[in-house]
Structures are given as C-alpha cells and as structure tokens.
C-alpha cells in the first residue's frame, strides 16, 4: 500500500491521502473580495487528487493585506464573496479545505509581484502604512513601518479570532495560521526584524508570546472538532536570525497548546536571505521539528515527483507533504502520482473515462459505459 496514499485523522477530519496543496497567493482579489478567478483556481485545484486543499493566505484585516489584491476575510462582505466558490467546491469535491489566515506586517502595501512586488509608499493611491512589531523597514531604503502598540497588538489578535469565526461560519474544515515567510507572525519571532524592548522582544520566550496568543485565541474560537496548524519557516537564512533550534522550541509549546500540524517551510525574513535550493531543500527541517517534539509536520520546497514523495512519507521524514509550483503546473498531480504508485484517488464520475490504458484502476472500481 501507499504510504502517501494512507489516510490521516486530524481531530475530527480524516483525510486519504498526504497530499496538501499549499496555500498560493492569488494577488488577484478586489477589496479582499474572491472572484472568478478564485472559483476557477481552487475549483481546478480540488480535482487534483490532493487529500487537503489549503486558500491562499486570507488577510484578517485590510491592513494585513500583502497587496491590495489579496484575498481577506475581514468583514461581511469578503465573507459573502466566498460563499459561491465554497459551494461549488463543496458540490463537485470531497477535498478537505482548508484556509491559511494571516496578515503582511512590514511586508503590508506591495505591489503584485508582476508588477515588480515593491512596496507601495503609503501616500500612493494604492498605499497604505504596513504595520509590524518594530519599525524596522523590509529593505534598506522604505519608509519603516509603524510599531503596533498595546492596542494595535489587541486589534490584530481580535482580528485573526473574527477571521477564524467567520471561517467556521462558512463551514471551513480547518485553519493554518501563517507564521512564516516575513510575515508578522515571523517578524514577531526573528530577531531580525523584532527589535521591541517590551514582553514581546528579546528572549526567545518573550519573542513567542504574541504568535502564542494568536494561537491560543484562534485554536479557542474556532470548533474543538476541527484542527488548527501553523506554518513556520524554520531558518531566516541570515546569521543571527531565527533558525532551527528555536522553530523546535517554539513547536514544543505550540505541541503544548494542541496543534495539529506544524508547516516547515524556511526565508522570507530579510532580502539578505542566502537559501541553499535543491530536491526537498527544506524537509530536513520537517523531519528535524517532527522527530524533536512528535508534532504532525508538512514538508514542503521542490517536491516534485511521486516516488519523492512516497519515500518521504513512507521515511517517516513527515506527515504531509505539501506542493506549490508543482500543482499549478500539473494540476492533476494528484492522479499522475497515484497511477505512478499503484494507487488510487478519487475523482468525479464525468472524468471517469480520463485515465489512459495502462492506468484503468487509478480512479478505483468504476465504469463507464455507454449504448
């Protein structure tokens, strides 16, 4: 049998495979609000095999956007706009869905990234003032950013607690909190780009405290039954910044707290990054957070191939394994995989007659007939 085609069980959700298709910015929301252009992505992307869909990065607030085109979930209506494309995701897939919350911090007013991915100044049309735990800019050269007070660090965690009730209102099957990349959740935790001299900067227990709270408030808003990970980057790739050891404390106590998975992916703190890219780059950190704290880990970075995957999972290396580029590249990764491995995965009766000859049984025992 299948390694990457076991099921897994997170709290009340049970999955049958270990694919996950990682949350890819879209850049292409109105005023957070999802579109065709959403319906048709994630449609197309829930008939790829994958166990688990997880949304883009969905901003808690308008200013927690990356750019003014992300997609958010803020307000009643950016929650109306994803009523339509979570049902017919629902009416044609059996897919888990899940949604990545967030919000930019420093890395806030940007451009989209074919339109260079700079940051917009704040008194452009299209600009805003990012907010971040220091006001330390991203680049040499911006404007910083504004420093979140006492208040402004309630406002942001009653945010993420809003955007995890409304997510569960619209029947959403779990929720990743995106502590990674740059974005503030990591700001908080990089030395790098948290220079605060209060209880939320300095020691490493101090530079936790905020992202623990956003935790702990969301894992309480949102249904018991349903699981809550978090996405890490386990290294800045810059000396002197957060790295391996401290994602592993930090994982034993969000282990602590009932998190159902931890996400390793690594960078995005700082342009001075120097990253070391290759096959599975980063499932050593995956493997390293797994094997330090029994946490359900995703490995992500240049999975490409079945058998990779399959190894990885059947190593025991992690529990998922989660895949960006590749999806949208081959979206029906999913069905190419399983036939790869003598496996099977689920797919609609109309597609039925799509696999070639020599791969009859990769949708499992159906039939197609005609008169």
């Known amino acids: 049998m299948s390694a990457l085609f076991s099921p897994?069980?997170?709290?009340?959700?049970?999955?049958?495979?270990?694919?996950?298709?990682?949350?890819?910015?879209?850049?292409?929301?109105?005023?957070?609000?999802?579109?065709?252009?959403?319906?048709?992505?994630?449609?197309?992307?829930?008939?790829?095999?994958?166990?688990?869909?997880?949304?883009?990065?969905?901003?808690?607030?308008?200013?927690?956007?990356?750019?003014?085109?992300?997609?958010?979930?803020?307000?009643?209506?950016?929650?109306?706009?994803?009523?339509?494309?979570?049902?017919?995701?629902?009416?044609?897939?059996?897919?888990?869905?899940?949604?990545?919350?967030?919000?930019?911090?420093?890395?806030?007013?940007?451009?989209?990234?074919?339109?260079?991915?700079?940051?917009?100044?704040?008194?452009?049309?299209?600009?805003?003032?990012?907010?971040?735990?220091?006001?330390?800019?991203?680049?040499?050269?911006?404007?910083?950013?504004?420093?979140?007070?006492?208040?402004?660090?309630?406002r942001v965690r009653d945010a993420f607690v809003a955007t995890a009730k409304r997510a569960a209102r619209l029947g959403i099957d779990g929720l990743e909190i995106h502590g990674a990349h740059g974005y503030l959740l990591h700001q908080f935790l990089s030395p790098i780009s948290n220079r605060r001299n209060d209880e939320y900067g300095g020691s490493l227990e101090n530079r936790m405290r905020f992202p623990l709270e956003v935790f702990d408030a969301?894992?309480?808003?949102?249904?018991?039954?349903?699981?809550?990970?978090?996405?890490?980057?386990?290294?800045?790739?810059?000396?002197?910044?957060?790295?391996?050891?401290?994602?592993?404390?930090?994982?034993?106590?969000?282990?602590?707290?009932?998190?159902?998975?931890?996400?390793?992916?690594?960078?995005?703190?700082?342009?001075?990054?120097k990253i070391t890219v290759g096959p599975g780059y980063q499932v050593p950190f995956a493997k390293a957070v797994k094997e330090a704290t029994g946490v359900t880990t995703m490995a992500v970075g240049l999975i490409t191939e079945a058998r990779q995957a399959e190894d990885l999972i059947a190593s025991g290396q992690a529990d998922f394994v989660a895949l960006a580029r590749a999806m949208l590249y081959d979206p029906r990764w999913g069905w190419h995989a399983a036939a790869a491995l003598g496996a099977t995965v689920e797919a609609p009766p109309p597609y039925w007659r799509a696999p070639p000859r020599e791969h009859q049984a990769v949708f499992g025992n159906t039939a197609f007939g005609a008169r």
């Not at 451009?111 to 700079?118: A, E, K, L, T």
């Not at 907010?131 to 950013?145: C, I, L, N, W």
């Not at 790739?237 to 282990?255: H, M, N, R, Y």
Request: some cysteine; glycine content about 10%; aromatic content about 6%.
């Open 8 to 154: 897994f069980t997170l709290r009340d959700l049970t999955v049958p495979n270990r694919i996950v298709v990682s949350p890819m910015c879209q850049y292409s929301a109105t005023d957070g609000q999802a579109n065709a252009w959403h319906l048709i992505h994630l449609g197309g992307l829930a008939l790829s095999g994958a166990g688990m869909l997880i949304i883009e990065a969905t901003a808690v607030e308008a200013l927690g956007r990356i750019t003014p085109g992300d997609l958010g979930l803020w307000d009643d209506v950016t929650e109306a706009a994803l009523v339509p494309m979570l049902a017919a995701i629902r009416q044609v897939s059996n897919t888990a869905v899940v949604m990545q919350i967030a919000h930019a911090g420093r890395k806030a007013s940007s451009h989209v990234p074919w339109d260079g991915g700079q940051l917009i100044p704040a008194d452009a049309p299209d600009g805003w003032v990012p907010h971040a735990p220091s006001a330390v800019p991203q680049k040499a050269g911006e404007a910083a950013s504004l420093a979140l007070d006492s208040a402004g660090l309630h």
């Open 218 to 273: 969301v894992r309480a808003a949102f249904p018991a039954d349903k699981p809550v990970g978090l996405k890490v980057s386990a290294t800045d790739w810059v000396e002197g910044g957060w790295d391996i050891g401290q994602t592993i404390a930090f994982s034993k106590e969000l282990k602590t707290r009932g998190v159902d998975w931890i996400d390793v992916s690594s960078g995005g703190i700082s342009p001075l990054q």
